[in-house]
């Protein structure tokens, strides 16, 4: 048990707390009887395809849309509290949110003028580690210098909850792996404000990018969670196994939950098999997040 | 209250029509004042000094009118876009990850459309009002009479400022259900917000026009736009004033200005307060938008 899970929020209760939430679009359940509860202290990963749900979980999270069941963050209601809310949440979506035509040193002093938990001075220090220029607007910078800045104003709010939404589309991979190298040592690690562990939530397609920065793991797929696992666990209940042709029966009798083929091998996908059993019949190893998530998602198909 | 004032300077940061439509307008008044083209020197010999002095008093009173219209048609695309806009173009994911609530958000909007859009109009006609008839005082010197150096005259600005700025007031309470329904459309059109806030009323006249051939709606339209003047002015009050002086000499019908002032007429209207209730129906349904719908 990892004791950061012990860590409560407001009052001892968990950051996120959602029971039964449900959301319809015409005829699709974009969120079909969703529970949650996410600690303070983790680095959650949401991970689905797309149209799978992850957005509008996010979106009620962050009061940004209306749904059915019950839903508390930090103790509030997002929908109806957002706006209290937002003192203690930060969100990043994809570049695209920042308002082309704000100046870069106007989105500062408005954000300063407006957030009673941003801190200027951290902010204009992460800028000046990059070539954002203060009289630019948002529509002359690159995406990356964006990013950048929205993550600058996102990183001097002293926020206890941080949700990004597929925050690296579209960026190359250098400033990607920038991105998170700052999110975890800027806001993750080095937080001067011990009072409370701050909490991350986030959504890629990139799931390699993540996978080592993640407690916790989370997959979503038709509106319904179909994994939610701290990531220290992921090697006591998945196993990929490694075999050759001769013992290819053997292992499909102890039930894979997904199979597939590479040159001259079959790999195998177990859920909570015990992995000495499966060592007998070929390599085992840990499955990483992007081959568990196809495994869990093609539902034992071969693919 | 320092959040709101933020709000506010976030509109003209991105409307900055709000300040550029008006400079223009004195702009231009000021070219078709140089050309000639707008305020006629009015050099015939025939022009008596009292008639130039009706002139003179006529462009003092409607010198903001120009200036009132140009905000008119700013303040509607203002309003119409400010909401839709942060929609389409998804920013307002951006405003709404920050604790700044929904109803200060729309308030804001509003304010900036309803207030300070007319309030600067006026503001920047009662400045280049004296600086233009200043300019031409000089310009006119030694000539016949000429209506434009006639309105050079200190204690009419005064009172022309003081009616515009009346009439900016009671624009406020009158237009408020005008500027609320467009902010309402902006709030939930799923697209082309001018069609959407400007394509029902009309066809509510024409329906009405084709099924019953009366115009009760046109007529609702017609007295939105145009019905206060006549309820917050009275400008039947002659004979009170100093009146124009030209070379030492009271001319034309001496009027006080301040004296058209009477709200009276208007506040006991119900048309003012039914407006005034639908409007805040209005602003209410916009910020359940700007709560609810966040995409465009």
Request: one cysteine or more.
């Amino acid at each position: 048990m990892n004791p950061a899970n012990e860590i409560g929020g407001i009052n001892g209760s968990p950051v996120i707390e959602a029971r039964e939430l449900v959301k319809t679009y015409g005829a699709t359940r974009a969120l079909d009887h969703v529970n949650l509860r996410i600690g303070a202290g983790r680095i959650v990963g949401l991970i689905g395809p797309n149209g799978a749900g992850k957005t509008t979980a996010l979106k009620s999270i962050l009061g940004l849309a209306p749904c059915e069941g019950e839903l508390r963050v930090l103790g509030l209601n997002p929908y109806s509290e957002r706006a209290r809310l937002m003192q203690e949440v930060c969100f990043i979506a994809d570049v695209a949110v920042m308002p082309r035509w704000l100046k870069v040193s106007d989105a500062i002093d408005f954000v300063a003028g407006v957030h009673p938990r941003f801190n200027r001075k951290r902010a204009e220090e992460f800028l000046a580690k990059t070539e954002v220029r203060r009289n630019a607007r948002v529509k002359q910078l690159s995406k990356g210098m964006v990013t950048q800045l929205h993550l600058a104003l996102v990183m001097a709010i002293d926020a206890r909850l941080l949700v990004l939404d597929e925050p690296t589309l579209g960026l190359d991979i250098i400033y990607r792996k920038r991105f998170y190298d700052t999110l975890l040592n800027d806001y993750f690690v080095n937080e001067e404000s011990t009072e409370q562990p701050r909490t991350i939530i986030v959504t890629t397609h990139q799931v390699e990018e993540i996978e080592h920065i993640l407690t916790d793991v989370i997959f979503i797929a038709h509106g319904r969670i179909v994994l939610d696992l701290p990531t220290e666990k992921l090697a006591d209940r998945f196993t990929q196994l490694a075999v050759s042709g001769d013992r290819l029966a053997e292992a499909r009798a102890l039930k894979p939950i997904h199979e597939h083929e590479t040159i001259g091998r079959h790999l195998l996908y177990f859920e909570d098999v015990d992995r000495k059993r499966l060592a007998a019949l070929g390599d085992v190893r840990t499955p990483g997040l992007a081959d568990l998530f196809v495994a869990k998602l093609s539902g034992g198909r071969v693919v | 209250m320092k959040t709101f004032f933020w709000l506010l300077r976030r509109e003209f940061w991105e409307h900055r029509a709000i300040l550029i439509a008006p400079l223009i307008t004195a702009v231009v008044i000021l070219l078709g004042a140089l050309t000639g083209s707008i305020i006629q020197p009015a050099q015939d010999p025939a022009n008596s000094p009292e008639k130039l002095a009706d002139v003179a008093l006529f462009l003092t009173t409607w010198f903001a009118l120009p200036f009132f219209i140009v905000n008119g048609f700013v303040a509607i695309f203002y309003l119409m876009d400010s909401l839709y806009g942060e929609r389409k173009d998804r920013s307002v994911l951006f405003w709404r990850s920050l604790p700044v609530s929904d109803t200060a958000t729309v308030s804001a909007k509003l304010t900036t459309g309803l207030v300070l859009a007319p309030c600067l109009a006026a503001l920047i006609a009662a400045i280049s009002m004296p600086l233009i008839t200043f300019a031409f005082k000089g310009h006119f010197a030694g000539q016949q009479f000429s209506a434009l150096p006639m309105m050079w005259n200190p204690p009419h600005f005064f009172e022309a400022a003081v009616l515009w700025l009346y009439a900016t007031a009671v624009g406020v309470f009158w237009f408020l259900p005008v500027g609320a329904w467009f902010l309402a459309v902006s709030a939930w059109a799923p697209k082309n917000p001018f069609l959407w806030g400007l394509v029902p009323p009309g066809a509510l006249y024409a329906v009405e026009k084709m099924l019953r051939g009366s115009s009760w709606v046109g007529e609702q339209i017609s007295s939105r736009l145009e019905g206060w003047l006549s309820l917050a002015f009275n400008t039947g009050v002659v004979g009170t004033g100093p009146g124009l002086k030209v070379e030492g000499k009271h001319v034309g019908v001496p009027v006080n200005m301040l004296d058209w002032i009477d709200p009276q007429p208007l506040l006991a209207s119900p048309q003012l307060w039914i407006g005034i209730a639908v409007g805040l129906l209005l602003l209410f349904l916009a910020i359940q938008g700007r709560r609810y719908r966040t995409d465009a």
